[in-house]
């Protein structure tokens, strides 16, 4: 019989709104479930716990560190998980490999691990000093240096404003543009600084600028829009969908995906008569975004820009009975 959850635990790397994706996912013995960012493992570790003794686990994830590390982290319940080195986006082809033809809960969390930012190899972050990469997945071939070095200046400005919502974007991509090359993740945030200027608010000027870039480098955005419509192939009847995201564009691609998938018609408000054909396949769980509390916030600043949404999937006979709610989030 697996280890009880006192005795798995999150670990030392407790990941963000641990209990409150358990509490969302519900798993149970015998489901299936799916990590589609596995991470260092630490919700797959709590969802193999509750879902003892024979709830298993799909594990994906674009970096095959994380995988290594996981992979220890599971061992105690050797036989009862599958890790891919694979996207979300691809998790039907993962899950059908396997021969399952649906789930019982799928996870997003969404975003960097602290193992990859803290790699100064890795080019995620302003704070060391490393090479522009931002890869999560180490063989594909874009990195943060291509686009740095090589997109014209309008294409630049158009990522720095649309994924990073930069609004000294045209700025901040002329000076890129003239400080070419640019070798480095402090070289860069360097140059960054100096175009948008001293920050108010207290955060690193470059803040956004990477983030965008990232986001870029590793199509965060159409990834995340594909897993999403994904799984509602695999989710099977009543089953959980759980993301975790940590800006305002990916809250807000999954808000609209929850919403749009609760309603029956998605036609315009204008127009009289419903022709779209659409009909409901995710009941809402949580009406507002859960955040961590203060003492989570405290033991782990990471999770202070951390947002869960949850969704049920309807059955065939799609009933809308009402069900309690995760929570109401702050």
Excluded at 109 to 127: E, I, T
Excluded at 247 to 275: A, G, N, Y
């Amino acid at each position: 019989m697996g280890a009880s959850m006192r005795d798995a635990g999150p670990g030392p790397h407790a990941p963000v709104l641990y209990q409150q994706v358990l509490s969302a996912l519900e798993p149970r013995a015998g489901g299936r479930y799916m990590d589609g960012t596995l991470g260092g493992g630490g919700h797959a570790l709590g969802i193999l716990g509750t879902s003892g003794p024979d709830g298993e686990l799909l594990g994906l994830d674009r970096d095959p560190q994380a995988l290594i590390l996981a992979a220890g982290r599971l061992e105690v319940y050797a036989g009862r998980f599958h890790l891919r080195n694979a996207s979300f986006a691809a998790m039907t082809q993962e899950a059908e490999a396997l021969g399952w033809d649906g789930v019982d809960g799928i996870l997003f969390d969404l975003g960097l691990s602290s193992m990859q930012l803290d790699d100064p190899a890795r080019g995620f972050s302003f704070r060391f000093e490393g090479p522009l990469d931002m890869r999560f997945d180490p063989s594909q071939a874009l990195t943060a240096g291509e686009l740095v070095n090589h997109w014209d200046e309008a294409a630049l400005a158009d990522v720095l404003r649309k994924y990073g919502e930069e609004p000294r974007a045209r700025a901040v991509a002329r000076a890129i543009v003239g400080a070419r090359p640019v070798a480095t993740t402090t070289e860069l945030a360097g140059i960054v600084a100096r175009a948008v200027g001293r920050s108010r608010s207290g955060v690193h000027p470059a803040t956004q600028s990477f983030q965008a870039l990232r986001i870029a480098v590793n199509r965060e955005l159409d990834e995340l829009s594909e897993g999403l419509e994904a799984s509602l192939g695999l989710l099977r009847e009543r089953g959980r969908l759980v993301v975790i995201s940590f800006h305002s564009l990916e809250d807000r691609l999954v808000k609209q995906f929850i919403r749009r998938e609760s309603q029956d018609c998605i036609c315009p408000p204008e127009q009289p008569v419903c022709t779209c054909g659409h009909q409901a396949t995710l009941q809402p769980l949580t009406r507002r975004p859960i955040r961590a509390e203060a003492a989570e916030v405290e033991r782990n600043p990471r999770a202070r820009s951390a947002r869960m949404r949850a969704a049920e999937r309807l059955g065939t006979a799609r009933s809308l009975h009402k069900r309690n709610r995760v929570g109401s989030g702050g």
